[in-house]
């Protein structure tokens, strides 16, 4: 079979994507998942009595377990296929990629297959950012003068 007619056969078989309503669905979830955030920060600046960074990072510890407990129950997937990108952008979409890539290599053991396979996925993510970080910051300091 020529290229351009498996090409076109495939173009006409492919599903095609509805982008307005899964940039709503999205957009939808990523805000809900924001007001749980915001929820999560008040519930626990008022039941430990504590500051709103300390709160902060309760909520973003809540949330990591979550998504990796969700992961684990393995019903994450199903739920991401509903919300898209509104819980994949997040930080549960980070623990997702690091349970994930654990859960799948757990049968190696402990250092060949979860340690070494854990930040599989997640490596890629913290290096972009560091590296990021880096130089955002140092163009920062160039235009704002040291």
């Known amino acids: 079979m020529e ?3 498996y090409k076109n056969l495939v173009n006409k078989h492919t599903p ?3 982008v307005i309503y899964n940039g709503l669905i999205a957009f939808t979830i990523g805000g809900l998942m924001g007001v749980l955030g915001q929820a999560l920060i008040d519930i626990y600046m008022y039941i430990f009595n504590i500051s709103t960074s ?9 949330l990591v377990f979550l998504g990796c407990f969700f992961t684990c129950l393995g019903f994450f997937d199903k739920l991401v296929h509903f919300a898209r990108c509104g819980l994949i952008i ?3 979409g980070f623990a997702h990629a690091m349970m994930s890539a654990t859960l799948e290599y757990r049968k190696e053991g402990l250092v ?14 913290i290096i972009f950012g560091v590296v990021s970080s ?13």
Not at 54 to 62: E, P, S
Not at 112 to 125: C, D, E, H, P, R
Not at 134 to 146: A, Q
């Open 3 to 5: 290229k351009n007619k």
């Open 112 to 125: 060949t297959g979860i340690g070494a396979n854990m930040f599989k996925l997640a490596g890629s993510v």
């Open 90 to 92: 997040p930080i549960t």
């Open 16 to 18: 095609k994507e509805n």
């Open 54 to 62: 300390d709160a902060a990072m309760l909520m973003i510890v809540t």
């Open 134 to 146: 880096y130089l955002f910051g140092l163009l920062r300091l160039i235009i704002m003068g040291g």
